[in-house]
């Protein structure tokens, strides 16, 4: 029942039959209903609205080892619905055996982030899908090789023209297929989710675990705060804003300025989201954390003085005239409770979202 509830498509049944006859694009449009705790401020491009045939073609894609040069890998591979689309590894394993340089990410509410990959690199996702294909460590392929691999396989051109109305398979609906398909993985239902929609109530323990993790400190009028909702507030537990938080003196990935070459950028990367971040290990870019608490060691004890090092963190103490955060252990507790609050069960089970070609 309930992932229904994450987002309900309404097939417009009434243009069934008339659409077909002029329209390129067989497919009715789907009435796609984002949950509404998550804003409307989200973009489906035009040239890509979400359809059920795009969606099913998406996901045959991203679980397709083929378009790995040496068909060792596919996109599920480093990202696991069972991790949360994470893979569980500090680096993940490309072809060939090659690593990658950071940590994969969980593929989770993509639909409210504007700038994906760790450094911001790719501006749609569907330029993310074209990258990650390319990608030396990652699959390895060249677009044109992916596309005639797909156009060879007798699967796939019906699918083509189910979902774009075309057999001829380009580069550009293969990133519009994937896109689609990494739109729908939207994780809605942890138990967080619940208190804000009203469905629950919240316990007393969890209300201060959400308000912990959510206040910045301000020691002069003895409240407290874990000031994590600095960058990861709002309802989607991140802000998608990027920062430096400290995590080395000297960075060695400098993660925005490679993007956008400033100095003030060096070593910022982007707060992601932390839903399902309890089957996420290990963490950060570069997955140097095995556990939350180690993360939760690094924001409370061991903050690098680097030069880039983000005011929001600089000016959060618990201590007037602090120069750490200065939890207690027991705070550091209720913080680590609201983290295990993210967990989505029915997004990491949803059988929408597994693997087509092995049958459940
Ligand atoms: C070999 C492992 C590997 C494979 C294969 C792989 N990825 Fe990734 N993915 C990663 C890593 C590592 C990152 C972080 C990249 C960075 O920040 O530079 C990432 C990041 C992403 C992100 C960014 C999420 C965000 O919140 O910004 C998306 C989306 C994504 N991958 C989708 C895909 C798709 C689609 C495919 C298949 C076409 C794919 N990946 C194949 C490892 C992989
Ligand atoms: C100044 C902004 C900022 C604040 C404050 C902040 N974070 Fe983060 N958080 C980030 C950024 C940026 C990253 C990614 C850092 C990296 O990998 O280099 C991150 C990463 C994480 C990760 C790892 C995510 C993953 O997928 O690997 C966790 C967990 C986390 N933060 C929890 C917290 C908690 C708990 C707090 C409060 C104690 C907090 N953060 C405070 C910005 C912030």
Redesign the pocket.
Same mark, same amino acid.
């Given at each position: 029942m309930h992932h229904h509830q994450l987002f309900t498509f309404i097939a417009l049944l009434a243009l069934v039959g008339c659409q077909s006859k002029k329209d390129a694009n067989p497919q009715p449009a789907f009435r796609f209903a984002p949950p509404a705790h998550f804003g409307t401020r989200f973009v489906i491009p035009a040239d890509n609205p979400i359809t059920e045939a795009g969606f099913e073609l998406g996901r045959m894609? !991203?679980y397709d080892k083929q378009?790995?040069i040496d068909q060792s890998? *596919?996109?599920?591979?480093?990202?696991q619905q069972s991790k949360a689309?994470a @893979?569980g590894r500090p680096?993940?394993?490309?072809?060939a055996g090659?690593?990658?340089?950071?940590? *994969?990410? *969980?593929?989770?509410n993509?639909l409210w982030?504007t700038?994906?990959?760790? @450094?911001?690199?790719?501006n749609t996702?569907e330029e993310?899908?074209?990258l990650?294909?390319q990608?030396p460590? =990652?699959?390895g392929i060249s677009l044109s090789e992916a596309a005639q691999r797909l156009q060879n396989d007798s699967r796939y051109p019906a699918k083509f023209r189910a979902a774009f109305g075309t057999e001829t398979i380009t580069p550009d609906l293969i990133g519009k297929a994937?896109?689609q398909? =990494?739109r729908m993985l939207i994780s809605s239902n942890s138990r967080f989710d619940k208190i804000i929609k009203g469905e629950v109530r919240a316990t007393a323990r969890e209300q201060a675990a959400i308000d912990l993790f959510m206040t910045h400190p301000v020691p002069q009028i003895n409240l407290r705060g874990g000031n994590c909702g600095d960058c990861h507030g709002s309802n989607l537990t991140t802000l998608n804003t990027f920062h430096n938080t400290g995590l080395d003196l000297i960075p060695k990935d400098l993660g925005l300025a490679l993007i956008t070459g400033r100095l003030s950028d060096q070593g910022r !990367?982007?707060a992601?989201?932390l839903r399902n971040i309890t089957l996420t290990a290990p963490y950060m870019?570069d997955g140097r954390f095995n556990t939350l608490e180690e993360v939760l060691d690094h924001y409370n004890d061991h903050i690098q003085p680097t030069a880039n090092l983000d005011p929001l963190i600089i000016e959060a103490s618990n201590e007037v005239n602090g120069k750490t955060l200065g939890l207690t252990p027991q705070e550091k507790q209720e913080l680590l409770f609201f983290l295990n609050m993210l967990t989505d069960t029915d997004f990491i089970n949803d059988p929408r979202f597994s693997n087509p070609f092995e049958r459940r």
């Amino acid at each position: 029942m309930h992932h229904h509830q994450l987002f309900t498509f309404i097939a417009l049944l009434a243009l069934v039959g008339c659409q077909s006859k002029k329209d390129a694009n067989p497919q009715p449009a789907f009435r796609f209903a984002p949950p509404a705790h998550f804003g409307t401020r989200f973009v489906i491009p035009a040239d890509n609205p979400i359809t059920e045939a795009g969606f099913e073609l998406g996901r045959m894609l !991203f679980y397709d080892k083929q378009l790995s040069i040496d068909q060792s890998v *596919s996109c599920a591979s480093c990202h696991q619905q069972s991790k949360a689309f994470a @893979d569980g590894r500090p680096f993940s394993r490309g072809v060939a055996g090659a690593n990658t340089k950071r940590n *994969s990410m *969980s593929i989770v509410n993509l639909l409210w982030v504007t700038r994906f990959n760790w @450094d911001g690199k790719a501006n749609t996702i569907e330029e993310q899908a074209l990258l990650a294909l390319q990608s030396p460590t =990652e699959m390895g392929i060249s677009l044109s090789e992916a596309a005639q691999r797909l156009q060879n396989d007798s699967r796939y051109p019906a699918k083509f023209r189910a979902a774009f109305g075309t057999e001829t398979i380009t580069p550009d609906l293969i990133g519009k297929a994937l896109a689609q398909f =990494e739109r729908m993985l939207i994780s809605s239902n942890s138990r967080f989710d619940k208190i804000i929609k009203g469905e629950v109530r919240a316990t007393a323990r969890e209300q201060a675990a959400i308000d912990l993790f959510m206040t910045h400190p301000v020691p002069q009028i003895n409240l407290r705060g874990g000031n994590c909702g600095d960058c990861h507030g709002s309802n989607l537990t991140t802000l998608n804003t990027f920062h430096n938080t400290g995590l080395d003196l000297i960075p060695k990935d400098l993660g925005l300025a490679l993007i956008t070459g400033r100095l003030s950028d060096q070593g910022r !990367f982007r707060a992601p989201s932390l839903r399902n971040i309890t089957l996420t290990a290990p963490y950060m870019h570069d997955g140097r954390f095995n556990t939350l608490e180690e993360v939760l060691d690094h924001y409370n004890d061991h903050i690098q003085p680097t030069a880039n090092l983000d005011p929001l963190i600089i000016e959060a103490s618990n201590e007037v005239n602090g120069k750490t955060l200065g939890l207690t252990p027991q705070e550091k507790q209720e913080l680590l409770f609201f983290l295990n609050m993210l967990t989505d069960t029915d997004f990491i089970n949803d059988p929408r979202f597994s693997n087509p070609f092995e049958r459940r």
